[in-house]
Nanobody, 124 residues
């Protein structure tokens, strides 16, 4: 029911920055969670960051803490991921997902809807 569209990916040098956007077709209930996950070739989809739609509580993977920032614009039904100090190991397809349970923020199986993904490539 919820449609998600990611954008903002691209290719950057190590140490550079990118800002990803995830536009949702409609707003969520107060306890719903929006998350960013990433998947590199041959690897499992892994948790990056998540935010509760109402209130703005956030959670980050240890690998991106201090470098990435998740935020949302309620009026635009959009979630953002500001990525700074990018490293080659950040290279992956980044996906936005919707978690209607409001729990298990880092668990990929808790997310019901997904966008098509946007490619991020970081060169050495």
């Amino acid at each position: 029911q919820v449609q998600l569209v990611e954008s903002g990916g691209g290719s950057v040098q190590a140490g550079g920055s990118l800002r990803l956007s995830c536009a949702a077709s409609e707003s969520t209930f107060s306890n719903y969670v929006m998350g960013w996950f990433r998947q590199a070739p041959g690897k499992e989809r892994e948790f990056v960051a998540a935010i509760r739609w109402s209130g703005g509580s956030t959670s980050y993977a240890d690998s991106v803490k201090g470098r990435f920032t998740i935020s949302r614009d309620n009026a635009k039904n959009t979630v953002y991921l500001q990525m700074n100090s990018l490293k080659p190991e950040d290279t992956a397809v980044y996906y936005c997902g919707t978690n209607f349970y409001g729990s298990g923020w880092s668990n990929v199986h808790q997310y019901r809807y997904w966008g098509q993904g946007t490619q991020v490539t970081v060169s050495s």
